[in-house]
């Protein structure tokens, strides 16, 4: 961004939030909540934007940034990749080639086989790392399970998706069924792309169902009132509790054996406890159990005892400032 659109973009920001900044009387009880709202409601031609409009919690932003770094603050910042650097292409393809084997594998599984695998270092990768989505690919990647080459413009891969279920439903074809997987860590542009993919009705039947899943962050970011209109298109919720002590037994059972991993082995006590600290939540029984397996390989013991788990849960308070 050039300096003159930068210091367009802070003006703008500024006169939004000035009436509140410079201020010499202290806000009475309810006076910010009504400005913000009415400010929200007020249409813009905002620099550097096709948006018309700004949201409560962006004016919030502002303010925030204004009383920590002044009017310099409000510049855009100059985009970081910090924290989203590109998968190397290898590790991408072998990533891949390790759910298309098991498709069933999770994304922390996943994970978890590569860093034992040596592929990548331990804690080089995070979930939304493997699972964050951009609409073209995402559309790109519906297109080649239909038998499609996808095209590289977003807008011809909407045009082209949208032939493919118009033409399968006058031909009687089976009906697709979408699943997206680690849902909460979809993007923000993605989170929109969904609202209007489930749009897409014929004869007020949709063409697919669509299927979100992931973990309890995706009902809060529902809740939130900028995806009220995505949230209002769910027909259905489910919310799965813990798993119980026998259930958490033979889950990590299931994640040795999709890992193909035969050793080490988690004793019944060491399961138990397991158990008690994540209370069922799959989630962190994979986290504790990874975090112990790799106590257990740098021990070289064949045998995961409560000694394991110990330290696992101790570190695991230590990194909350939980424990001294």
Request: hydrophobic share 40%; with cysteine; aromatic share 6%.
């Amino acid at each position: 961004m050039n300096n003159t659109l930068s210091d367009q973009v802070a003006a703008f920001r500024y006169g939004l939030i000035a009436p509140i900044v410079c201020r010499q009387t202290p806000l009475l009880p309810g006076e910010l909540k009504a400005y913000l709202e009415e400010t929200t409601n007020q249409i813009y031609e905002i620099p550097g934007s096709t948006r018309n409009k700004v949201s409560t919690r962006t004016l919030e932003r502002y303010l925030s940034l204004y009383r920590k770094g002044g009017y310099d603050a409000l510049k855009p910042q100059p985009k970081s990749s910090k924290g989203r650097t590109a998968i190397p292409a290898p590790v991408l393809q072998q990533a891949i080639a390790l759910r298309r084997e098991r498709p069933e594998r999770s994304v922390e599984q996943i994970i978890f086989m590569l860093e034992v695998n040596g592929v990548v270092e331990k804690d080089s990768l995070a979930n939304s790392t493997l699972a964050s989505l951009k609409p073209r690919d995402f559309y790109g990647e519906l297109l080649r399970h239909a038998g499609e080459v996808p095209p590289y413009s977003v807008a011809k891969a909407k045009r082209l998706w949208a032939e493919v279920l118009t033409t399968r439903k006058e031909q009687g074809d089976k009906t697709l069924v979408i699943v997206a997987d680690e849902a909460q860590e979809m993007s923000e542009a993605m989170l929109v792309e969904l609202r209007f993919l489930v749009n897409h009705q014929m004869d007020s039947c949709s063409l697919f169902p669509l299927i979100l899943v992931g973990q309890s962050e995706l009902s809060r970011i529902f809740r939130l009132k900028k995806h009220e209109a995505i949230a209002q298109r769910i027909s259905l919720q489910y919310h799965l509790s813990g798993l119980t002590a026998d259930e958490t037994k033979a889950y990590v059972r299931h994640q040795m054996q999709t890992a193909g991993m035969a050793t080490p082995l988690f004793s019944d006590s060491a399961v138990s406890r397991v158990h008690a600290a994540s209370q069922g939540i799959p989630r962190l029984i994979n986290h504790f159990c990874s975090q112990a397996l790799y106590d257990a390989g740098q021990r070289d013991h064949e045998v995961i005892e409560d000694a394991h788990i110990s330290r696992v849960l101790a570190d695991y308070d230590r990194q909350r400032g939980v424990a001294g």
